[in-house]
Nanobody
Framework: QVHLVESGGGLVQPGGSLRLSCAAS????????MGWYRQTPGKQRELVAT???????NYADSVKGRFTISRGNAKNTVYLQMNSLKPEDTAVYYC?????????WGQGTQVTVSS
């Protein structure tokens, strides 16, 4: 059974930083495209960043230059380093795994950016 477990969310002031982690189990982690997505109430889930099995990354325009996605295949973990956080980054952040259309989601972690 596949499990994706996010951690690292919380409350941070504007301009601050957070590091999200997603620990994966039950899948061949190294072959999956891993990603971070976020969702706010009443809106569709949106892509934040993805990273392929060859460490090719892709970012939403809104987070380019501020967020960095990385993966540790030895630990079956994907990370999202978030710097220069803005109030509009407030959302539930979800970890996702995809391999040729077979996808899985974590339960999400809340990130709140507020003074």
């Amino acid at each position: 059974q596949v499990h994706l477990v996010e951690s690292g969310g919380g409350l941070v002031q504007p301009g601050g930083s957070l590091r999200l982690s997603c620990a994966a189990s039950g899948l061949s982690f190294s072959i999956y495209v891993m990603g971070w997505y976020r969702q706010t109430p009443g809106k569709q889930r949106e892509l934040v960043a993805t990273i392929t099995s060859h460490d090719i990354t892709n970012y939403a325009d809104s987070v380019k230059g501020r967020f960095t996605i990385s993966r540790g295949n030895a630990k079956n973990t994907v990370y999202l380093q978030m710097n220069s956080l803005k109030p509009e980054d407030t959302a539930v952040y979800y970890c996702g795994a995809d391999f040729v259309g077979r996808g899985y989601w974590g339960q999400g972690t809340q990130v709140t950016v507020s003074s």
